[in-house]
């Protein structure tokens, strides 16, 4: 079963060099940058207040200069206030992006796929706006959720990008594989798909939950270096994880359609 997910990797990145695909960044990118810049603007310097506050309330310079100590990691130690409040406005970067990503850039990406490779398939809408834009949603709050109780990990890196791709995964395969079948395939058909392809559309979500672990990578390693670049750090951050969405939509979008067009020719049956 590799074989479906190696072809429609293969025809995603072609895709992803197509300047209709490039353009397609751009109004999420500024979305992006128009709120968070916002955010950024007006809420950086009272959250790392707050921070401090609680790391001298409950002691928490000398817990983490130990733990950072142990791990060899003790020139951190006057960066650990900064670096707290980026791995906590990460997670909600990345699920602002997602959506503007699954709300605004996936039905260009479903037309464009079906265009170029399954101009016959029929459409039979089984997918909504407030169907997709719920999946998205109640996605975000687990994976927001779960990525905060997670942070500890990241005393463990390791550790920590292994999880982050785990829960990228499941996100991205609840949220995309909806997204991708929405328009093209009926209910009963998307059901099915996702039943007997779970594990496939796992795997493509981790996949791409490695590389969305790189733009994380490269804000916080470009922080450790200057704490001044954080802006333009985010801003970059931002936009390489919506170049890395629409890759992984495109993926996705490529493989279940396929999916879905092999199921209409009784390729594969649907799962009771």
Not at 73 to 91: E, I, N, R
Not at 193 to 198: E, K
Not at 202 to 229: E, H, N, R
């Amino acid at each position: 079963m590799m074989r479906p997910i190696a072809i429609a990797y293969g025809r995603a990145l072609r895709s992803q060099f197509s300047r209709r695909m490039l353009l397609l960044s751009v109004v999420p990118l500024l979305l992006s940058l128009a709120l968070w810049g916002g955010l950024l603007y007006a809420g950086m310097q009272p959250l790392l207040d707050s921070l401090t506050g609680l790391f001298h309330e409950y002691d928490l310079f000398k817990t983490s200069g130990s733990v950072l100590a142990t791990l060899g990691l003790g020139f951190l130690k006057t960066l650990v206030v900064p670096l707290v409040a980026m791995l906590v406005l990460l997670p909600l970067m990345i699920v602002t992006s997602l959506l503007f990503i699954g709300v605004g850039a996936m039905p260009a990406i479903a037309r464009h796929v079906s265009r170029v490779q399954f101009p016959d398939l029929e459409r039979r809408e089984g997918g909504s706006f407030l169907g997709s834009l719920g999946v998205n949603l109640s996605g975000i709050v687990v994976f927001a959720l779960l990525w905060l109780v997670t942070l500890p990990l990241y005393a463990l890196a390791p550790l920590a990008l292994l999880v982050q791709a785990v829960l990228w995964g499941w996100l991205t395969a609840r949220v995309m594989s909806y997204d991708a079948l929405s328009i093209h395939a009926s209910r009963e058909e998307r059901l099915a798909i996702v039943a007997a392809r779970r594990r496939q559309l796992l795997l493509i979500g981790t996949i791409s939950g490695l590389l969305g672990a790189l733009p994380g990578v490269v804000w916080i390693g470009g922080a450790l270096i200057s704490v001044v670049l954080f802006p333009v750090l985010a801003v970059l951050s931002i936009w390489l994880y919506l170049v890395i969405f629409i890759f992984t939509g495109l993926w996705f979008q490529y493989y279940c359609l396929q999916a879905l067009a092999d199921l209409r020719a009784g390729a594969v049956a649907p799962k009771a």
